[in-house]
C-alpha cells in the first residue's frame, strides 16, 4: 500500500504561527507552537497507523483548535494536489452546527486558494460526486449519528459516501468537540407503546404479526411493573433477549414494520386533518418508539420509574468499526467521563502546559438549592429577574450573556436590562459558538443535569453490562459512585463550554492571558458545588474565586421589558406542535394587555416580520372572530 501523506510538524507549526499572528492578530507563544506539533503529530500518527483508536486532544479553548485543523487541512490539500492517487491523504471534518461547517470550508478553501472542501448537510445537498473529488469533506454531529445509526440497523445510509473520496478511504477524521450522541439512548413509555398500536389495522398486524406481537409484550411487561411492582423504582429487567420471555431474538427487525407504519397517512388517522407537518412529526415520533423497542428486544433492558412515568430503557454506543482514523479535539476532555470510560480503546497524547493563563478572569460564586430543571421551571422566572436586577447595579457597562434553561429563555428575552449589550442562551445549544467572543460577562444561571438514568445508559454503552450489584452499589475503580460521578463531571463540561463562550477565550499575549472577563455563577452549596468549583479552577489555572453575596430566592423585583418580540419567537421556536392560546402567552411570558393587544394586531398582518418569522416555523395565528371580552386567538404550531 502506497505512503499516504502527512504535514510535518514543524511545517505545520510555522504555518500556524504565521496564520495565528497575520490573519488572526493574536499573539504566539512558545508553548503555543509546541502545542501546535503535537496536534500534527497526532493527525500524522492516525493516518500512518489506520488503527481506529481514538486520539483525544485536549487544547485548551484560545489555542488553536479549530483553526489548527482548518490549517492542517489546507497544508494536506496542497500536498495531494502534486503527488499521485494513491498518495493522497482525504480528510472528514466532523463538527456540531451546519453554520461552523460552512465557516471552516470557507476558511479552508481561502487558505488553500482553491475549492478543496466541501460541507455536505440539510442546508446544502451537494451530489455525492462533488464531495468525491475535494479533499476535504466537512459533515455536522447530527450527520454522524444517522450515518452510523443505519450501519447499526443494516440499513442503507451514506456512510460510504463520507468517507469514500477519489483518493480511496479518507485516513483521518477530525471530530471538533465531543460528540454529544456518540452514545444513543432509548426509551419507551406504555402510553408511547399504545399510540403506535392504535394506528396498526388487521392486515398490518397479520403481515408483521411476530412484531406487533413483541411489542405488545414490551407494553404489558410495563404495565405489570406499573401496576404490580409500585414500589420498585429501578433494575435490570434483563441482559438478553432470552432473560425477556418475549418471543425475539437479536437476528430480528421491526425495520419493514416501521417502514409501514411511517408510510400511513398519520395525521388523518390521529388527528383527522390533513397536514404534512403534522405527518411528518407522528412519523418520526413513532418511528423513534418502535426503533427503541427493537433496541431494548434485542439486547438488555433498565427500568425505571421517573416522575409519573415507568420506562424500559437501553443504550447502544455509536462507533463504526470503519471510522477511518479518528482524532478528537475536546476542550474539556480531562472532566468527561465518556474517554475514561472507553478505556484501552482512547489515547491522550500529552499537551504542553501553561498555554493558558485565566488571571483576567474573576468568577463569582453563589449559593443556592434546586438549580435542576424541575426548580428553575417553577421558580426560574422570579430568579431570572433578581439576578438581572442584581447585575445591573454592577454591570452597566458590561456585554452580558446569560445561560439558562431553554424553558427560561423567552422569559429572559422578555427582559431589557441596563447593559451594553444583553444575550441570552440555553443549554444543549451553547457549545463550541463563537456568538459571543467579545462579551466579557457570562451568568450561569441553573445547571444541566443528565440524571441518573443516563448515566446507567452510558456506563452500560462504554463499559458492557455490570454484575447485578453494581445498580444498587455503583462502584468502578477507584470511585464509591461512579454513576453520581459521571453526572458531576457532565455539568462540569457544560459550565466550562459555556463560561469559554465570551472573551477569556481569547489569548491576548505570550503568557497565554486573555482580557479582563467576568463570570457569576451559582452552584449547590453541598459537595457537589465543591467539586464543579475545584474543577472549573483546574481547567481555568489561575482563575480569581470570589465570594458573591447574592440570595437567589427573595421578594420579587421588577425587571424593565424589552419592546420586541424575540421571547416569543424562543417561545414558540422551543415548543412542541399544538396550540398555545394567547392567554397561556401572556402567563408565560408575563406581558402587559397592551403588548397583548398590539401583538394581536401585528399576527393579523401576513406582511410583518414577525408573522413571517413565526411562519417559517410553521407557526399561524388563528382567532375565534369575536370582539372585546370574547375575543380569543392561538399560535397553532403544525
Sequence with gaps: MAARNIVAPIDFARRMKIHWETVLGNTSANSLEQLWQVTARTFNEAIITSDQRWRVLEPATGTGKTQGLIVYSAMMAELNAVCGLSNRTGILVVVRTIAQADEIVVSINELAGRPVAIARHSDNKVVVERCGDRDVLVITHSAYQRAVEAIYRNQQGKWEEFVMWEGGRRCLTIIDEAIANIIEHYQVTAQDISNVLAVIDQPTRLRHNAAVQAVESLKGKLEFLEFERPDEQQGLLWRDPNGSEIEWTDNHFLAELIDEVTRLPLDMMVLRKDSPLDRQRLADQYSTTLRSCESILTKWAYYQRSGDWDTINNSELLIPVELPGPVVLDATASHNMLWELLGERVDRPLLPSKARNYRNVRLHVAYAIGLGKGSMKEKGGARVARVIKELEKSCKEKSVLVCLHQLLEPKALTLDPKFSRYAVAHWGAIDGKNDWQDYDTAVILGLHYRGDLWAVGTFIALQGLPEDEWFASPSWKGYDNVRKVMEQKQ?????????????????????????????????????????????????????????????????????????????????????????????????????????????????????????????????????????????NGWLVKA
Design 491 to 631: 455539568v462540569t463540561v457544560s459550565v466550562i463550554q459555556a463560561i469559554n463562550r465570551i472573551r477569556c477565550r481569547k489569548v491576548i499575549n505570550a503568557e497565554g492571558d486573555c482580557p479582563p472577563a467576568d463570570v457569576y455563577i451559582i452552584l449547590p452549596g453541598n459537595r457537589q458545588g465543591a467539586s464543579i468549583l475545584q474543577d472549573i479552577t483546574a481547567e481555568m489555572p489561575g482563575i480569581e474565586v470570589v465570594q458573591w453575596a447574592f440570595e437567589l430566592d427573595g421578594d420579587a423585583v421588577q425587571v424593565r421589558l424589552a419592546d420586541g418580540y424575540d421571547a416569543l419567537i424562543s417561545y414558540m421556536a422551543h415548543r412542541p406542535s399544538g396550540e398555545a392560546s394567547m392567554k397561556s402567552i401572556r402567563s408565560e411570558l408575563g406581558w402587559c394587555s397592551s403588548k397583548m393587544k398590539e401583538l394581536g394586531r401585528l399576527l393579523r398582518d401576513s406582511g410583518h416580520r414577525i408573522t413571517a418569522m413565526l411562519a417559517e416555523m410553521g407557526v399561524t395565528f388563528r382567532h375565534n372572530g369575536k370582539m372585546g371580552r370574547g375575543a
